[in-house]
């Protein structure tokens, strides 16, 4: 899958969470001292390392695309991974603010400084701790995909049971950060780790780290719940281990340095109430979380509940209880009295009601560019002011064929003005030849976010668009679409040996079969004989780069027979 030069939502929504984390550390110091208590869905279906064996010796045949596609997926698979590591980075942060794990660091602290004897020895039992630290947490995420399997993890992406049971497990995860009730571990296994943390040594310690991940697990359990679901989808066979290696080596970072430097710990905030709004503040983000993944099913399964406007309603009503909460004016029963608002609280508030009042036209169809790409799309959206305004009607290109194959089945898929789709690969080619046109495969999905910015941001540009609805047939191929194939149509990929039952797989069997490709966006253009003209390619925001990919793709069928037909 290709990768957004942006953040996806989650990213920005973890990065939002620090924001406010460190923003909240240092609030009113009277507050805190009075009470004591811390920018693509992409939704793919990856094949195992046979299946992609199998796709490369039959891509073989297409010896210039599958070089191009070989060198891009080399080149981007690290960047996957950099963003699950960012993720768990950004949660692991979130994580050291929460009440079970912020007034433990003193603690520790002294712990180690008193313990040790010498500042070296200090020094070295706290870089232990933080290692086995690191150790336990990244050793969960090797458990996680050797339970499962990295080819299992991958179909979750696209499960739709799956997909629904993360939208309960964030939604679990948000009420108890709200405070409804706490995820805990058995008792009895903090009790066992806390007898072996006193054998001493560098066993005493490993336990010690134990400990603390078992008895925070009421605070860390939810957001590592959400990096580990992050890892899940992304499609990586190392996804888990490296969220869990962000999210721990966040958590260690602040035992080991403080225990390095223990006079710094004068200047942190004292425990207090903070805590708490951190932990709420929290709660409320993963359950706006969450409904991204109750849309992904309601769009791949044609359910037709979860329209853009019901999305964004949720999302403003979360916004709003959020700065109502951020300037005291809703409170839980857990949290402490605000006698007033400090200024960094004041700033987050404004922030938040901020973005809450730009959402709000996007309930009559304004097009929220900046996080369009996850929304619903503007084709699910029942009043839409902007229909029809602002671009040119998609060109009227007569052909023999009078009804689109499956065009009532992709009315809610997201949509560019002025361009007049088609979603059969044989009806395409039949244009093809009726026009005299090449063939621009968009290969896309329900859940793309690269695909939806590019939809917003590229291919409405008024020189991309006036290519794409002159000199093209634009066929949408929609690889993880759920729709049931009759069982006439249904068959076993010669590629991945795996039965196609779904007009979904039938297209994504044909992107890995022909171009040795899962990835979406991914662009390719052909004759009307099915050959690719030109080197197939993934997103491209960079405006002018993509004018130059369709004008080559233009001179090339012009120079083949296809163009003198």
């Known amino acids: ?38 920018a693509g869905v992409t939704f793919t279906s990856i094949p195992t390392a046979a299946d992609s064996m199998a796709a490369g010796k039959k891509a073989q045949q297409q010896i210039a695309t599958t070089k191009n596609v070989a060198t891009q997926s080399s080149t981007e698979k690290p960047k996957t991974l950099w963003e699950i590591f960012i993720a768990g980075f950004l949660g ?17 602290v002294s712990f180690f400084t008193k313990k040790g004897g010498s500042r070296s020895r200090a020094i070295l039992q706290s870089l232990l701790y933080g ?30 049971i799956f997909n629904f049971l993360f939208f309960i497990l964030l939604i679990v995860f948000g009420i108890s950060f709200l405070g409804a009730f706490e995820i805990t571990l058995p008792g009895s296994l903090a009790n066992k780790l806390d007898e072996n943390s006193d054998k001493g040594g560098l066993i005493g310690i490993f336990f010690m780290a134990a400990t603390l991940a078992v008895v925070s697990f009421s605070c860390t359990g939810p957001i590592i719940g959400s990096v580990l679901v992050e890892a899940a989808t992304k499609g990586e066979r190392l996804g888990p281990a490296v969220g869990m290696f962000g999210f721990s080596l966040a958590l260690a970072l602040p035992f080991t340095v403080f225990a390095l430097f223990p006079s710094a710990l004068k200047t942190l905030p004292k425990s207090g109430g903070w805590l708490n709004s951190v932990k709420v503040v929290l709660g409320f983000i993963e359950i706006a979380f969450a409904l991204k993944f109750l849309s992904n099913v309601d769009l791949a399964y044609h359910w037709n509940l979860f329209d853009r406007e019901i999305f964004l309603s949720l999302w403003i009503a979360i916004g709003l209880l959020m700065g109502l909460y951020l300037i005291g004016k809703i409170k839980f029963s857990h949290d402490s009295d605000l006698p007033y608002v400090s200024v960094p609280r004041a700033f987050i508030a404004i922030i938040v009601f901020a973005f809450v009042i730009y959402m709000v036209p996007g309930l009559w169809g304004a097009p929220l560019k900046s996080i369009s790409a996850f929304l619903p799309p503007l084709s699910t959206q029942d009043f839409d002011l902007s229909a029809g305004i602002g671009t040119a009607a998609a060109p009227t290109n007569i052909t023999s064929i009078k009804t689109k194959k499956y065009e009532d089945l992709f009315k809610r898929l997201p949509k560019v003005k002025g361009i007049d789709d088609w979603y059969d690969y044989d009806q395409a080619i039949e244009v093809s030849k009726q026009l005299h046109r090449p063939i621009l495969i968009d290969f896309t999905g329900w859940n793309c976010v690269n695909c939806r910015e590019m939809e917003s941001n590229v291919l409405p540009n008024p020189e991309v668009l006036k290519r794409l609805q002159n000199e093209f047939v634009i066929l949408q191929l929609v690889i993880d679409d759920k729709t049931e194939l009759p069982a ?42 099915g050959q690719t003209l030109v080197p197939p390619q993934g997103a491209d925001f960079n405006i002018a780069e993509y004018i130059k990919y369709l004008d080559s793709g233009i001179s090339a069928y012009k120079n083949t027979l296809g163009g003198k037909k």
């Open 1 to 38: 899958m290709l990768i957004n030069k942006r953040f996806p939502v989650k990213i920005i929504g973890c990065l939002l969470i620090a924001v406010m984390a460190m923003s909240l550390a240092v609030i009113n110091p009277v507050k805190a001292q009075s009470k004591s208590d811390t």
């Open 131 to 160: 290692l086995s630290i690191i150790v336990i947490y990244v050793a969960l995420g090797f458990i996680i995909t050797l339970l499962f399997g990295p080819s299992a993890l991958n179909e979750l992406a696209t499960n739709g």
């Open 488 to 529: 006439a149509e249904q068959f076993t990929s010669t590629v991945t040996g795996k039965k196609i039952t779904t007009l979904g797989g039938k297209w994504l069997d044909l992107e890995i079969a022909r171009y040795n490709s899962n990835a979406q966006p991914f662009y390719v253009i052909i004759n009307n004989d």
């Open 92 to 108: 692991g942060f979130a994580a050291f603010l929460m009440p079970c794990i912020y007034p433990m660091l003193p603690l520790t």
